[in-house]
């Protein structure tokens, strides 16, 4: 055979060769969804967007709130089987305050507890603050991390912050670390949840006066009677007074204990009372929920 027939040969060969190569499917390569960052975007109610715009329109009409006048809302799941929502309000790029809302059997929503001022509920700003001063949050410390929401009360509200195999509990509000465990929150959770009366429609009455120091004195220790609230206009009276009031409150008995100014009062025209307390701000509790969790000292 000529060397010209050999080469002709050899080049079919390859053709051939090509040919079969371009027409095997080649194999396809996709992102595996494991490999992208979980999102979970929930849309809140359009009833309870609503009803917080009711809420939010009916409060800033009176201070402190008046700068919620413009506030935008941010609604989020406080977690699952909570049947909650943490409402974050923000006005030209600040936090000025923030919503607990609950649902209720009868499919209305409750207005829980609610406050004032850049330190909101669940404030991510706390959260890293602690975490850096306590030499626990660093540029890589985001692949190691997981932080979880926990709310069953106004006093059992925690970020859970696991660091490899390690982990923390910090208070929701003033993101200080706290001596808790699984176990003691366990615990907790097991028990009655805290019921939250109706709010509304409108407010009637409202007061608020500067803060103190509740350590000044430590009724609590000295085995002095709590101050009685059964007589809500007696309650009222000793907050409009130049008299101190303190709420002392041990959720989960000697392992935390919350001692908070009372610096003022909110009254519904439904008769609901809240209480307002220093705490990173002011926050306003439920009258019912606060004798639930703990005691008033003069």
Do not use: C
Request: hydrophobic content about 40%.
């Amino acid at each position: 055979m000529s060397n010209t027939s050999y080469r002709r040969m050899a080049f079919r060969t390859l053709l051939l060769m090509f040919i079969l190569l371009i027409s095997v499917p080649l194999p396809s390569f996709a992102v595996s969804p494991a490999t992208v960052p979980p999102t979970s975007v929930t849309e809140p109610p359009s009833a309870l967007a609503k009803q917080v715009t009711v809420w939010v329109s009916e409060l800033s009409k009176r201070q402190p709130f008046t700068s919620w006048k413009t506030a935008a809302s941010d609604i989020q799941a406080l977690g699952p089987g909570t049947h909650s929502w943490l409402v974050l309000l923000s006005a030209n790029g600040k936090t000025v305050g923030y919503m607990v809302v609950q649902a209720a059997a009868d499919g209305s929503f409750r207005l829980g507890e609610y406050g004032t001022g850049p330190a909101a509920l669940f404030s991510e700003t706390a959260l890293k603050r602690t975490l850096k001063e306590n030499g626990l949050l660093t540029s890589k410390s985001p692949s190691y991390m997981t932080v979880q929401k926990h709310y069953l009360h106004p006093f059992a509200a925690f970020w859970e912050v696991t660091i490899y195999s390690e982990t923390y509990w910090l208070d929701a509000k003033t993101g200080e670390l706290l001596p808790m465990n699984d176990k003691i929150f366990n615990l907790q959770a097991k028990k009655t949840p805290v019921p939250v009366s109706a709010a509304g429609p409108g407010v009637s009455t409202s007061w608020l006066k500067s803060a103190f120091d509740p350590y000044e004195r430590l009724p609590w220790l000295t085995g002095e009677k709590p101050f009685s609230v059964q007589d809500a206009a007696k309650l009222q009276t000793r907050i409009r007074s130049k008299q101190h009031l303190r709420y002392v409150s041990e959720p989960f008995g000697d392992a935390i204990l919350y001692a908070l100014p009372v610096t003022g009062f909110q009254r519904w025209t439904g008769g609901r009372l809240d209480i307002a307390l220093d705490m990173s701000g002011t926050r306003y509790i439920p009258l019912k929920t606060l004798t639930t969790l703990g005691r008033f000292y003069r």
